[in-house]
T-cell receptor, first 111, second 115 residues
Framework: TQLLEQSPQFLSIQEGENLTVYCNSS?????LQWYRQEPGEGPVLLVT?????EVKKLKRLTFQFGDARKDSSLHITAAQPGDTGLYLC???????????FGKGTTLSVSS | DTAVSQTPKYLVTQMGNDKSIKCEQN?????MYWYKQDSKKFLKIMFS???????INETVPNRFSPKSPDKAHLNLHINSLELGDSAVYFC??????????????FGPGTRLTVL
């Protein structure tokens, strides 16, 4: 059973377009994180959202945590080729348990 | 200034062999992890150690044995390698044992190919 479902799995867009990646669950998470992974490297944390309804912005990236803490979204405005990579959502299902990852969204931005 | 380092970066071996992957972190973190990323990029935790003590073992076959000689090192030894063990293995560390918001700092990964 996959606790965190990410969509879309693949996304290929042109530079300058906007996009949204979704991370959904039927379970409540204490927090959700978004990581970005480039080829040949390990994932790097972008943001952690903790409070239901929380919105965080990181330059052109906007992260939202659902009110019920069951879902999150990542919106990128005016995508650039440097945004290309694998975006992973991850969350702690219960205190004391391990971090659970979604299956990721592979984003390709062409110029 | 590497925070989490792993060796080797690539490992190609025959079925049935035994191999080890080493991991070191210089961040002063108490908790270290091993993750496996399969060919579809799905990342799943294998083990977690806190201050040299095993705290999470996610039903990994006992052919996999982590060893933590000190809190800065967490090595992974794999016996009798199988084709299905082919994957990228990531070591990670985190500063506190707070699973609510803990940031994982990942190493660059070791790509294991079993022939």
């Amino acid at each position: 059973t996959q606790l965190l479902e990410q969509s879309p799995q693949f996304l290929s867009i042109q530079e300058g377009e906007n996009l949204t990646v979704y991370c959904n669950s039927s379970s409540v998470f204490s927090s959700l994180q978004w990581y970005r992974q480039e080829p040949g490297e390990g994932p790097v944390l972008l943001v952690t959202v903790v409070t239901g309804g929380e919105v965080k912005k990181l330059k052109r990236l906007t992260f939202q945590f659902g009110d019920a803490r069951k879902d999150s979204s990542l919106h990128i405005t005016a995508a650039q080729p440097g945004d290309t990579g694998l975006y992973l959502c991850a969350g702690f299902y219960q205190a004391g348990t391990a971090l659970i990852f979604g299956k990721g969204t592979t984003l390709s931005v062409s110029s | 200034d590497t925070a989490v380092s792993q060796t080797p970066k690539y490992l190609v071996t025959q079925m049935g062999n035994d191999k080890s992957i080493k991991c070191e972190q210089n961040l002063g973190h108490d908790t270290m992890y091993w993750y496996k990323q399969d060919s579809k990029k799905f990342l799943k935790i294998m083990f977690s150690y806190n201050n040299k003590e095993l705290i999470i073992n996610e039903t990994v076959p006992n052919r996999f044995s982590p060893k933590s000689p000190d809190k800065a090192h967490l090595n992974l030894h794999i016996n009798s390698l199988e084709l299905g063990d082919s994957a990228v293995y990531f070591c990670a560390s985190s500063p506190v044992r707070d699973y609510g918001t803990d940031t994982q700092y990942f190493g660059p990964g070791t790509r294991l190919t079993v022939l």
